[in-house]
């Protein structure tokens, strides 16, 4: 592979835009070669895989066999790639397998990047405190009542508002993944993770920016870390608003019901570089330290939980045998964005089976010096 000019900050390289990534053998990066190959041939087993490839397919069956979810799909789905990984020690690329460059869905990676275009609302002063009610922010009749006017945009963040309603035709308790449908309770007091309610904070943050979001994250994220122009984040056939006089797509938070991002690993992967250098690239502050410190502490209901989807290794509960300061982006189908920042080691890993992520971790991190 050859070389191309980098940008360092401290420890770290930054690749430029294009596809000419720095490397290292794993050697060189203080990886043991052996060790990682077996860390990959784990991860290619394919009685680890999870998801089959048919993800449209998968989802319609999954959901329309729970009882609050019709299982309709609204947005546009894929078949899924092989297994993909993509290892990346102090930014410099040491190993890749499976198809880095494919664009597939993400899932719920995509709400790191939902929480990313609030972040930067939030540094620019459209938000002006994370404890402020959405009601003061957005008046569109979804935060209008007594219950859900309580909600603020740190409880959508951390999915702990409990806001009462339907979106895109999807009632809050369609995608409650116990299946249970209950009063909410009181904004702040209950963890439950749930994709309509993530859809509800994505129309939230487009009545506040009056800009389609994926315009501003690429404009303010994905081409300034040199991300491809591959990939897509999308919404619903029915998520369609007015706003100023534009007729505009809210995008939606995961690929519950389709859609969603839709990226390949090498740009997961500088995502991952930008989250590991606290939210600076080589030298330019894309989004602020604050707010990425914000979004790496724990929650109080769900200490695992930061910001959507910062999902962090809190008391080693996720990944027993990974640094504590580890975390990871994460989706179905084990897409997800591990970044360790005491080793400076960025992972990107791809339609391994849950079950077995910390068997990869434990192999990849055995290999790390």
Same mark, same amino acid.
């Given at each position: 592979?050859?070389?191309?000019?980098?940008?360092?900050?401290?420890?770290?390289?930054?690749?430029?835009?294009?596809?000419?990534?720095?490397?290292?053998?794993?050697?060189?990066?203080?990886?043991?070669?052996?060790?990682?190959?077996?860390?990959?041939?784990?991860?290619?087993?394919?009685?680890?895989?999870?998801?089959?490839?048919?993800?449209?397919?998968?989802?319609?069956?999954?959901?329309?066999?729970?009882?609050?979810?019709?299982?309709?799909?609204?947005?546009?789905?894929?078949?899924?790639?092989?297994?993909?990984?993509?290892?990346?020690?102090?930014?410099?690329?040491?190993?890749?397998?499976?198809?880095?460059?494919?664009?597939?869905?993400?899932?719920?990676?995509?709400?790191?990047?939902?929480?990313?275009?609030?972040?930067?609302?939030?540094?620019?002063?459209?938000?002006?405190?994370?404890?402020?009610?959405?009601?003061?922010?957005?008046?569109?009749?979804?935060?209008?009542?007594?219950?859900?006017?309580?909600?603020?945009?740190?409880?959508?963040?951390?999915?702990?508002?409990?806001?009462?309603?339907?979106?895109?035709?999807?009632?809050?308790?369609?995608?409650?993944?116990?299946?249970?449908?209950?009063?909410?309770?009181?904004?702040?007091?209950?963890?439950?993770?749930?994709?309509?309610?993530?859809?509800?904070?994505?129309?939230?943050?487009?009545?506040?920016?009056?800009?389609?979001?994926?315009?501003?994250?690429?404009?303010?994220?994905?081409?300034? *870390?040199? #991300?491809? @122009?591959?990939? !897509?984040?999308?919404?619903?056939?029915?998520?369609?608003?007015?706003? $100023? %006089?534009?007729? /505009?797509?809210?995008?939606?938070?995961?690929?519950?019901?389709?859609?969603?991002?839709? *990226?390949? #690993?090498? @740009?997961?992967? !500088?995502?991952?570089?930008?989250?590991?250098?606290?939210?600076?690239? $080589? %030298?330019?502050? /894309?989004?602020?330290?604050?707010?990425?410190?914000?979004?790496?502490?724990?929650?109080?209901?769900?200490?695992?939980?930061?910001?959507?989807?910062?999902?962090?290794?809190?008391?080693?509960?996720?990944?027993?045998?990974?640094?504590?300061?580890?975390?990871?982006?994460?989706?179905?189908?084990?897409?997800?964005?591990?970044?360790?920042?005491?080793?400076?080691?960025?992972?990107?890993?791809?339609?391994?089976?849950?079950?077995?992520?910390?068997?990869?971790?434990?192999?990849?991190?055995?290999?790390?010096?």
């Amino acid at each position: 592979m050859q070389e191309t000019k980098i940008s360092s900050t401290g420890d770290l390289t930054f690749p430029q835009a294009g596809d000419d990534w720095s490397s290292l053998e794993p050697d060189e990066a203080g990886i043991d070669p052996a060790k990682l190959r077996e860390a990959i041939t784990y991860s290619q087993d394919p009685a680890h895989e999870g998801y089959p490839p048919d993800l449209g397919g998968h989802l319609a069956r999954s959901h329309g066999a729970k009882r609050y979810d019709d299982g309709l799909i609204i947005g546009p789905t894929k078949t899924r790639g092989p297994v993909t990984g993509v290892v990346l020690r102090n930014g410099r690329l040491v190993a890749e397998w499976g198809e880095p460059h494919r664009v597939d869905m993400t899932f719920s990676v995509t709400k790191s990047f939902l929480s990313t275009v609030a972040g930067l609302a939030w540094d620019q002063g459209l938000i002006k405190d994370v404890h402020d009610p959405v009601a003061d922010y957005v008046d569109d009749g979804g935060f209008d009542s007594d219950h859900n006017r309580k909600i603020t945009w740190d409880m959508m963040l951390r999915q702990i508002n409990e806001w009462d309603g339907s979106i895109w035709g999807k009632h809050y308790s369609a995608s409650n993944p116990n299946d249970i449908l209950r009063p909410p309770a009181e904004p702040g007091t209950v963890y439950e993770y749930s994709d309509a309610r993530v859809n509800r904070l994505a129309l939230a943050l487009l009545r506040v920016w009056k800009r389609p979001l994926p315009e501003v994250l690429k404009e303010q994220v994905m081409d300034p *870390i040199g #991300a491809s @122009d591959t990939w !897509r984040w999308n919404g619903y056939r029915n998520s369609w608003v007015m706003i $100023a %006089g534009q007729r /505009i797509q809210s995008v939606s938070g995961g690929g519950h019901w389709g859609g969603g991002m839709w *990226i390949s #690993a090498r @740009d997961q992967a !500088r995502f991952g570089m930008l989250s590991l250098a606290r939210g600076n690239w $080589a %030298g330019n502050q /894309i989004i602020s330290e604050d707010w990425v410190k914000m979004a790496r502490t724990p929650g109080k209901l769900n200490p695992n939980y930061g910001f959507m989807n910062w999902t962090l290794n809190t008391d080693h509960k996720l990944m027993p045998n990974a640094p504590a300061d580890s975390f990871f982006h994460s989706g179905a189908g084990t897409n997800r964005i591990w970044v360790v920042p005491s080793l400076n080691l960025v992972v990107v890993l791809r339609w391994v089976g849950g079950d077995h992520f910390n068997g990869f971790v434990d192999r990849l991190l055995a290999a790390v010096s």
